[in-house]
Structure formats: structure tokens, C-alpha cells
């Protein structure tokens, strides 16, 4: 087994780190690039920024913010919302990102995953899933625009469609648990995990440190992505790879 990372996620609404619960009720939750420092210094394989609101504002991601908080940290960024085309990709590439991130705009215009792909790599394509649990309780549907828009896609079928295209990685958040502190949606983690030959991030739920072992052991994900419980101090990325590894997991 590879290696499991741990990844801390800056969700950034009008230049601040945000947080809420089941994608509501936002509460600040301090400077972007602070915080990227102070996950660095902890010891955090990678970070996730994401620009919620770039999308259903119909705007560029903030550039400005991105391209600080590359000069200033060294560990692999991810970074997504509000990227609309090749150029858009280009350009956040070219600012400091390692990997980007699509969402909304890979269902609005799936063709982006394969030519994204074929012009700069499939290792540096992120495709983001917000998915929430359908009444029968055995499918997720894909939602848009942060979690505000419901589209037909059922979340399975459309992880193993864009891996087709050239996606590289999956960052899969469960809308039910997002913020709640109640774990991870193991049963959606494991149903993509499964469907698809790429690593996949769970995201969505971690409350107690074995939350992050279960979605890795029982979800069958490559790693486990957290917000609120970092961003609050109730534990550090140390606090977490220290448990993963009495879980006999193995980390970086």
C-alpha cells in the first residue's frame, strides 16, 4: 500500500478561509496563507484551496490569494473553483498550483478533463465530486455550483466517466456529512474507490481521529482531506499521521 496523505482544505469565500456545515452557514475561519503556513510547519503532504463561490458568482478564482500562498509554502496545492478552460488552467498552473480542480465546469463541459489532460497531464487533473445520498440510500447524485445546483449524474457513474477522459485524481466530499463531525460517507467512499483506478480523497465529515483511519481502511481511499477540525485546532495533521500510523497505516 502507497503511502496515505493527509490534506488539509482552505474553502476561501472573498479572500478568507470559510466553514460550514452541509455547505451552509459559513463562519470565517482566518487568512488563507497563514493557514497554509501553519499546515506546512505540521507537517501536511499536501493542500487543497478551493474558491467556493467562484462558480455560482460566474468569476475568475482569486489569483492574487493563490499566488501568495505558493510563494510562501513548498508542499503540493491543489487548487479549484471558477476554472472555465485551458487558459484559466494555464494561468493558475503558472501561479504557483501543482494539480487544479474542476467541478462544475467538468459537467458543464466534460470535453475540458480531456483537453486539460492531454495539454498538461493527467497527474496534475483534479476532478471534484460533491455527491449527496439519493432516498433509496444506495446512489449519490452530483450537485454543482458548491453543492447548489442538483444535476442527473449519479456520483459512481460520473467518477469512472471523467477518469476516462484523463482525470487523475478524485476529490469526493459528501454533502450529508460535510462539517457534521460524523465521519466520512464510507459507503460512497468505497463505492468510487472501487469503480476507479485513480486515487481518491475523501472529504466530508471527519470529527474524530478514527474517522480518517475508517475512510482509509473501510472507504478504500488513497487520502483523507479535512477542514474544520484543523482550521479550530480541535487536532494537528501530526495529531492525525500519529494515529494512522497505530492504525498501521502507512504515512509519510
Known sequence: MLSVRVIPCLD???GRVV???????????????????KYEEQGADELVFLDITASSEERGIMQHVVERT?????????????????????????????KISLNTAAILDPDLVLRSSK????????VAIDAKREPDGQHWRVYTHGGRKPTELDAVAWAQQVVSLGAGEILLTSMDCDGTK??????LTRAVSDAVEVPVIASGGAGKLDHFADALKNGHASAVLAASLFHFGTFTIAQVKDYLRTAKLPVR
Open 119 to 126: 495539454k498538461f497531464g493527467n497527474q496534475c487533473i483534479v
Open 70 to 98: 505558493a510563494d510562501e509554502c513548498f508542499m503540493p496545492l491543489t487548487v479549484g473553483g471558477g476554472l472555465r478552460s485551458v487558459e484559466n488552467i494555464r494561468d493558475m498552473l503558472n501561479a504557483g498550483a501543482d
Open 182 to 187: 460524523d465521519g466520512y460517507d464510507l459507503g
Open 19 to 37: 466553514k460550514g456545515i452541509n455547505f451552509l452557514n459559513l463562519v470565517d475561519a482566518g487568512d488563507p496563507v497563514e493557514s497554509a503556513k
Open 12 to 14: 476561501v469565500n472573498k
